[in-house]
């Protein structure tokens, strides 16, 4: 009973979008009411996964690299 088991199949390389994950954004949930971080393309809500509105996506800018406005 010493049988062999077949050779597992080759699988392809990791994809760019697992070895660089795609950039950070947030919009505004319209069924949630909030603004929430969307990582997934075509951007969906993490808490819902309503669909966003591409034209209110914009990309996340973390508190201590904003620009402050008016200087």
Do not use: S, W
């Amino acid at each position: 009973m010493g049988g062999r088991t077949a050779p597992p199949e080759r699988h392809d390389p990791m994809t760019n979008e697992i070895a660089e994950p795609p950039a950070m954004r947030e919009g505004g949930c319209p069924y949630c009411e909030r603004t929430v971080l969307v990582y997934e393309e075509p951007p969906r809500c993490p808490l819902c996964a309503c669909p966003l509105d591409e034209q209110t996506v914009k990309p996340f800018v973390f508190p201590e690299d904003r620009v402050p406005e008016g200087d």
